[in-house]
């Protein structure tokens, strides 16, 4: 994409506040009490599984869904009654939605022609917009004749040239094939910094949103279950799902329990005992990422501080950069993740190891 046009002004964008959403379809609560505010110029994305609600929470935003109750303000207007014409969004639908029997040139022009602007003012902003994105020598093809990345940026150039307030992204990226999609992640992200311009991305796709995004909102039935940066997130789920849709995770249920001045987890099996922060509050959860472990033959000298989980490699997996482990604990299958080295050997499954985890890394959840 091309870098040297000038920005979008920061003030052109528009913050969104959701307040009190409640959105039902028939008898089915689809939005359960949504409340949240995105700033302007962030980059914030609607996280969450298939049928959460986040697709409907972006077309309520839009104008294209109304809710039973609550409020859609942007910037300092509450727009929960305007059409989507007067709401002053572009949205780049999953389909592209695009003319197929016109050109590039007029896909971009056609927002632009049905707001009747001088002609003139039209080509201006219609070369700006696809010099932007990269696509000016291809201004004369028609859709068939574009690969699906390019495709994308047609669709992106002919939202921005309308200069919208706020930039709405339905799974824009699930069309392409995965090398593909980490290319348009970043240019999407780079565009976006480049006009300052307020977006938001619905994305079933835990990676695409950690990488573009300035805050996620992780949504599930219908609830927001928790807003924060994608490392806040990772670091600090405020539940068992955030937990674990958020990457890989290890989970294991149990009790707190006090012994001598110090508070331990301990498995319902007894097969894992950690020494925990806090105070004693009964049954609870621990989590721990596959990426945190050490995994050793038993023999092997244990790090200094790490608690130490005995168990047997029950399956393994090469992954290119790591081998994940599969290891039975107890009851329990631990994941663990080790980086691979050329020429190094694997440990063969049915092999008792040592697994070593430090404290520090492991995430109390108290349901």
């Known amino acids: 994409m091309n870098q040297s046009q000038p920005q979008q002004g920061v003030g052109s964008s528009r913050g969104v506040r959701?307040?009190?959403?409640?959105?039902?379809?028939?008898?089915?609560?689809?939005?359960?009490?949504?409340?949240?505010?995105?700033?302007?110029?962030?980059?914030?994305?609607?996280?969450g599984p298939s049928g959460c609600g986040k697709t409907t929470l972006l077309r309520l935003i839009a104008g294209f869904?109304?809710?039973?109750?609550?409020?859609?303000?942007?910037?300092?207007?509450?727009?929960?009654?305007?059409?989507?014409?007067?709401r002053e969004l572009g949205m780049v639908f999953q389909s592209y939605a695009l003319w197929p029997h016109m050109t590039v040139r007029k896909n971009v022009a056609f927002?632009?022609?049905?707001?009747?602007?001088?002609?003139?003012?039209?080509?201006?902003?219609?070369?700006?917009?696809?010099?932007l994105v990269g696509l000016l020598a291809l201004s004369e093809r028609r859709p068939n004749q574009l690969s699906g990345g390019q495709q994308q940026r047609v669709a992106l150039a002919r939202t921005i040239v309308i200069e919208p307030k706020v930039l709405l992204l339905d799974e824009p990226l699930s069309n392409l094939d995965a090398k593909l999609r980490v290319q348009m992640r970043l240019e999407l992200r780079q565009l976006q910094r480049k006009l300052s311009l307020t977006t938001i991305f619905v994305t079933h796709d835990q990676e695409e949103a950690n990488t573009t995004s300035d805050r996620i909102?992780?949504?599930?039935?219908?609830?927001?279950?928790?807003?924060?940066?994608?490392?806040?997130?990772?670091?600090?789920?405020?539940?068992?799902?955030v937990a674990k849709f958020l990457g890989v995770a290890n989970v294991i249920d149990g009790a707190l329990v006090e012994a001598d001045g110090q508070v331990y987890f301990h498995s319902s099996d007894a097969?894992?005992?950690?020494?925990?922060?806090?105070?004693?509050?009964?049954?609870?959860?621990?989590?721990?990422?596959?990426?945190?472990?050490?995994?050793?033959?038993?023999?092997?000298?244990?790090?200094?501080?790490a608690t130490r989980l005995e168990g047997t490699v029950d399956h393994k997996e090469f992954l290119g950069s790591i081998i994940r482990y599969r290891v039975k604990v107890g009851r329990h299958f631990v994941l663990v993740d080790?980086?691979?080295?050329?020429?190094?050997?694997?440990?063969?499954?049915g092999a008792p190891v040592a697994i070593y985890l430090n404290p520090e890394q492991v995430i109390k959840l108290v349901e």
Do not use: C, M
Not at 66 to 82: F, N, T, Y
Not at 117 to 124: A, C, D, F, G, T
Not at 223 to 241: H, K, R, T
């Open 18 to 47: 959701l307040e009190d959403i409640n959105l039902s379809f028939g008898k089915t609560h689809v939005l359960k009490g949504i409340n949240l505010e995105i700033e302007s110029g962030e980059f914030f994305a609607f996280l």
């Open 111 to 131: 927002g632009l022609e049905e707001r009747r602007l001088p002609r003139r003012e039209i080509n201006r902003r219609v070369d700006q917009a696809l010099d």
């Open 217 to 241: 909102a992780v949504i599930n039935d219908g609830i927001v279950q928790q807003i924060g940066s994608p490392i806040e997130l990772y670091d600090n789920p405020a539940n068992l799902f």
């Open 338 to 349: 080790k980086a691979h080295q050329r020429g190094a050997e694997a440990l063969p499954e």
């Open 65 to 86: 869904e109304a809710a039973q109750s609550g409020k859609v303000i942007i910037g300092e207007q509450e727009v929960s009654h305007l059409p989507p014409w007067r």
């Open 271 to 305: 097969s894992v005992k950690v020494p925990i922060n806090g105070q004693s509050a009964g049954s609870a959860s621990i989590v721990f990422r596959p990426q945190n472990l050490t995994i050793r033959r038993q023999a092997a000298k244990p790090p200094n501080g």
